[in-house]
């Protein structure tokens, strides 16, 4: 197979053991091993292996296309049996920009024209065009040279690459006011199981109608999602998890809006199984100047709803949250916490989490700690945000803190991004298990989905430890256990647990998955969150895109001996190797 490829192909093969260890995991618990890793040198590749992928379907049955970015996917969206497809070493380049609006068609500047204006933007868009395997951190300083940010940046920013936040339809802490990459994509290229690659943007019904009228591959998509959409619209739209962010399943409610038909709608989250994105559009936002943080120590969940409200009133840029737990990790190992950092530095630290300390002597450790953060363009603004919010929530007699300081807000950051590294890192013989990692509900259930879920959790205590934190405002929450993967019930725990977990979210009208999106991990419990006529609108998408199967199957969809199962999640959870390895 791989010297037939390079016949065509040409960027790098490698199939080497090394290699096919390496390309096995992405961050997700799972261990898949491929047949080759493919980089290719640009988009006449991909599409060259597209066609001649296609056209050996038959000849090599179990023949696919993974593709593949920084493998920071905790759902094992990034991993396959066939050819794993790495951007990240040729395909990582600025196409263009940062560039005002104004070069956009008519109804893309219109579409973000509105969009600023509903989010009280200055009317000052610009957008940004990459390659899939560019990293965040080069992007971002692209657009921070020019004052400008693509907020849906997720934790793992020094980390991930462009083509992942599009694949998986990716959030962050700054979700909450900006949304997720879904709202920032203006336009993509992308290579659909003909080979060929399209410009998939946003069209009028004229535009559509045209579209649909070519009766080619690309007409036939947009004629056949375009019906399937109209013909199945009251289930659809019944579908739609009611939260304010969801991963789970492909998004067709958000195709046809406002009689403006955007198949990135449909492509965004995806994970690569409708067609391979080559290029990207993304929209910015100015960046703020100015920035603080609130925080608020909870001794009581049960007026955890009523207080976000009244926050989300102010209009945060986050609304973060971690527990006790959390907290107490990082008192526990407070030496462990404060190294690498300088002796000035160490010493301010240690000074500012002396109020913190006083506080857990005098009224104990609280349960939930919450991170509200305001931004602005000046001080003064912030500021008044920030005491309006200290006011507004007196009747909660809670304990308030307004950092003073950048350098202050970090230690609460910290906090929040680092214990789960202390955790793993002190709790021998365990290793990371994200399998419930990414529950959402809206935030008026927690008060008592909250104590319901620490319940199911607290049953499994002799197997597992977890940490809880998230995104408060949205309902979002992460738990990634640790787990001691030589027990022999590991995969029965993380089925059954799975089970549990998943029907308290649907109890509460949630999504199995906010941001990370669903994999191997979670396509298996899609069907319990929409039900057989949704999963098999779902089947029918997979179909009018991809008929032969050959776009990273077993992800959404299920594919016998491919993926989507339980009985494969259990066949192929890693044994020998760290579970949150990237490449």
């Avoid at 990034?78 to 990240?88: N, P």
């Avoid at 868009?125 to 040279?145: N, Q």
């Avoid at 375009?226 to 067709?252: D, M, Q």
């Avoid at 198949?263 to 993304?282: D, M, P, R």
Wanted: neutral net charge; proline residues 4%; hydrophobic residues 40%.
């Amino acid at each position: 197979m791989k010297e037939e490829i390079l016949k065509f192909f040409k960027g790098d093969a490698e199939d080497g053991e090394e290699a096919l260890v390496k390309y096995s995991h992405d961050a997700s618990l799972l261990e898949v091993r491929p047949r080759l890793v493919l980089f290719p040198k640009d988009s006449e590749d991909v599409k060259n292996l597209v066609k001649w992928v296609s056209e050996n379907k038959t000849k090599y049955p179990e023949i696919s296309i993974t593709a593949r970015c920084a493998g920071t996917d905790m759902s094992g969206g990034a991993i396959g049996e066939s050819i794993i497809l790495d951007f990240t070493r040729y395909m990582n380049q600025l196409v263009g920009g940062p560039l005002p609006i104004e070069n956009l068609s008519n109804i893309g500047k219109k579409k973000v024209a509105r969009d600023y204006t509903k989010n009280n933007y200055p009317i000052v868009p610009s957008y940004i065009s990459v390659e899939p395997g560019m990293f965040y951190r080069d992007f971002e300083k692209i657009t921070l040279g020019k004052g400008l940010i693509l907020p849906c940046y997720t934790a793992s920013k020094s980390l991930n690459a462009m083509g992942g936040m599009f694949g998986n339809n990716s959030a962050g802490e700054r979700t909450l006011k900006y949304g997720k990459t879904e709202d920032y994509i203006l336009s993509s290229k992308v290579i659909f199981a003909d080979g060929n690659e399209y410009e998939v943007k946003p069209l009028s019904k004229d535009e559509l109608d045209k579209k649909i009228a070519q009766g080619d591959f690309e007409g036939n998509v947009y004629k056949n999602i375009f019906e399937l959409i109209n013909k199945n619209e009251e289930e659809i739209k019944i579908a739609k998890p009611k939260v304010h962010k969801n991963s789970a399943g492909y998004y067709l409610w958000n195709v046809l809006k406002n009689n403006i038909f955007d198949l990135n709608k449909l492509l965004v989250g995806s994970q690569g199984t409708l067609g391979i994105a080559t290029e990207i559009t993304f929209k910015l936002i100015p960046e703020s100047k100015n920035s603080k943080l609130v925080a608020i120590f909870m001794n009581d969940l049960a007026p955890l709803g009523r207080l976000v409200e009244e926050i989300l009133t102010l209009n945060p840029e986050t609304l973060e949250t971690y527990d006790d737990k959390t907290l107490k990790l990082a008192v526990r190992f407070f030496p462990d916490f404060l190294k690498n950092k300088g002796p000035f530095s160490l010493f301010k630290l240690m000074w500012s989490f002396l109020p913190e300390f006083f506080m857990f002597l005098t009224g104990g450790f609280p349960k939930l700690i919450i991170l509200a953060e305001f931004a602005g363009d000046s001080e003064k603004i912030v500021q008044e945000k920030c005491l309006a919010l200290a006011e507004k929530i007196k009747n909660f007699k809670l304990k308030v803190h307004i950092t003073k300081s950048e350098a202050e807000a970090g230690k609460y950051w910290e906090i929040r991004r680092e214990s789960f590294a202390l955790l793993r890192k002190h709790v021998k013989g365990m290793r990371t298990a994200p399998f419930i990692d990414d529950i959402i509900v809206r935030p008026e259930f927690l008060p008592k989905f909250l104590p319901e879920l620490t319940q199911i959790l607290s049953n499994y205590e002799k197997s597992l430890t977890f940490t809880l934190a998230g995104h408060a405002g949205d309902g979002n929450f992460h738990i990634i256990p640790l787990m001691d993967f030589k027990r022999s019930d590991t995969a029965d725990i993380i089925i059954e647990l799975g089970e549990k977990v998943y029907d308290l979210v649907i109890k509460y009208h949630g999504s199995i998955t906010a941001e990370h999106n669903d994999g191997l991990i979670r396509t298996p419990y899609l069907r319990k969150m929409y039900g057989d006529k949704i999963m098999d609108i779902f089947t029918k998408t997979k179909g009018i895109f991809d008929t032969k199967n050959i776009f990273n199957p077993g992800k959404k969809v299920a594919t016998e001996n491919m993926g989507g199962t339980k009985e494969y999640i259990r066949k192929h959870i890693a044994k020998e190797h760290e579970a949150n390895h990237r490449v």
